[in-house]
């Protein structure tokens, strides 16, 4: 099993930044693809981009503004959110998939883009 943190999360005026962590309980061994969710009130949860092998992948509306990274000697996985959007609001989950366990998730983080 495996336990995961998010933090980073806050409020942030349009066009500017933040950098979201998700902080695993153990190493990535065994984990195969790791990612981001968004849930934004009143809407089904929605994929930002994953990590799989070091190759990432972004849903259309982050593309070019939003980074994932990890940070495998520090078990924590990243999400580097630039020229943020107010629809970009939401609580973000991390998520990681073990190739035994199955998938876990991240309690959430709020993020809000307002001026």
């Known amino acids: 099993q495996v336990q995961l943190v998010e933090s980073g999360g806050g409020l942030v005026q349009p066009g500017g930044s933040l950098r979201l962590s998700c902080a695993a309980s153990?190493?990535?061994?065994?984990?195969?693809?790791m990612g981001w969710y968004s849930q934004a009130p009143e809407n089904q949860r929605e994929l930002v981009g994953t990590i799989t092998r070091g190759t990432t992948n972004y849903a259309d509306s982050v593309k070019g503004r939003f980074t994932i990274s990890r940070d495998n000697a520090k078990n924590t996985m990243y999400l580097q959110m630039n020229t943020l959007k107010p629809e970009d609001t939401a609580v973000y989950y991390c998520?990681?998939?073990?190739?035994?366990?199955?998938?876990?998730w991240g309690q959430g983080t709020q993020v809000t883009v307002s001026s």
């Open positions: 153990r190493s990535f061994y065994g984990i195969n693809a």
């Open positions: 998520y990681a998939r073990d190739i035994l366990s199955g998938d876990y």
